[in-house]
């Protein structure tokens, strides 16, 4: 059997002949097709074209990570109510050469009032008791409806799309708080930053390095349009990690905070249109310490100069702003997030 497109929607099945029609999907693949699964992943979405875009992303994002996709486009404000549904399978050459390893996606177009049957649609259609993870694109609804949220392990969303972050996160609280057990809290917008933060993270490997963390002073931060969040969040991991206390916002790109020794630290943030966050200077008594974007080479250049001197310079992998990388990211680290709950908490009230 040939594998189907992996960009296409699939095989249209009427809405109780689902699993039936995915035994026989399996069935004509004879002994060529591995069915694989480790998480139940659900994506939803409200913006046009959809479910062609996510059915997309899925086929890369099953390379890596063989899960069951139940992929839905909604359309609440349409005056019709209907509901269309499709399978498909996307399937992948296994190392050993032999046989296609495949994930099963299940599509749904949701229409009119039928919107509002999305917990129904994804409880009815999760593979057996594996983790379920929930990736909502665009802003949540107020309210948010908590029998959904009762089974969700796993909460993904970007927050640099929401135009009110503390009005977002408190519905993503509250349904967390509704939920029967912890759903674990996964910004996109957080994912960006991951290779930023380790670059920043290991000049202070040493313990000679360690003691300079205490006299930062400065730190001045380049983000692109649009991204003015990510760069908040990546402020709020360093407040977060070494004790700062925010005292005040002088205005929109320069930030206030004081140590635990009462010591004033000063951060600007500078808009650049390059990559999320290009740029970003630590500035401790003599010493430097500076990671920037390579353009057009996926690095990092790391450097550190005391008194205008080079002491070291070298080159790490930078992550790519795309979704199929971002969630990746995402399902290849998993961990209860605590970090960036604290690095959210540290700057909320600038979100």
């Known amino acids: 059997m040939t594998a189907p497109q992996t960009f296409a929607t699939g095989l249209p099945v009427e809405i109780g002949k689902i699993e039936r029609e995915l035994k026989k999907l399996w069935e004509q693949g004879d002994e060529v097709m591995t069915r694989a699964s480790l998480i139940n992943l659900a994506v939803y979405s409200e913006a046009p074209d959809a479910l062609a875009a996510n059915t997309q992303i899925v086929a890369e994002v099953t390379k890596d990570h063989a899960c069951r996709a139940i992929v839905m486009a909604a359309a609440p404000s349409a005056t019709e109510d209907r509901v269309d549904a499709w399978i498909a399978a996307h399937c992948h050459i296994s190392r050993a050469g032999s046989k296609q390893v495949c994930s099963e996606q299940i599509s749904f177009a949701l229409s009119g ?3 509002n049957l999305l917990p129904n649609i ?3 259609h999760l593979d057996s008791d594996l983790p379920f993870y929930l990736w909502w694109q665009g802003e949540f609804h107020d309210p948010m409806d908590p029998q959904l949220w009762s089974w969700v392990d796993r909460l993904i969303y970007d927050s640099q799309q929401w135009r009110d972050f503390d009005a977002q996160m408190r519905l993503v609280e509250t349904a967390q708080c509704d939920a029967t057990h912890r759903v674990v809290l996964c910004d996109l917008n957080w994912n960006r930053l991951v290779h930023l ?3 920043l993270a290991q000049f202070f490997d040493s313990r000679n390095a360690q003691e300079q963390l205490a006299s930062i002073g400065r730190v001045e931060i380049d983000f692109a349009p649009a991204f003015r969040s990510t760069a908040l969040l990546l ?6 990690q070494l004790g700062w206390t925010l005292v005040e916002a002088a205005d929109e790109n320069t930030i206030g905070f004081c140590d635990c020794a009462g010591e004033a630290i000063r951060v600007s943030l500078t808009e650049a249109n390059r990559e999320p966050v290009s740029r970003c200077r630590l500035f401790a008594d003599g010493t430097e310490f500076r990671v920037a974007d390579l353009p057009e080479a996926d690095l990092l250049e790391v450097t550190v100069h005391t008194d205008g001197q080079a002491r070291m310079h070298q080159l790490m992998p930078a992550g790519r702003n795309d979704p199929v990388a971002l969630l990746n990211e995402e399902l290849m680290r998993g961990g209860p997030h ?13 979100l």
Do not use: H, I, K, T
């Open 113 to 115: 009032s039928l919107a």
């Open 197 to 199: 933060r380790l670059a």
């Open 122 to 124: 994804v409880f009815s």
């Open 235 to 240: 402020v709020g991991w360093l407040a977060a």
């Open 338 to 350: 605590r970090v960036y709950l604290r690095a959210v908490q540290a700057v909320r009230e600038l």
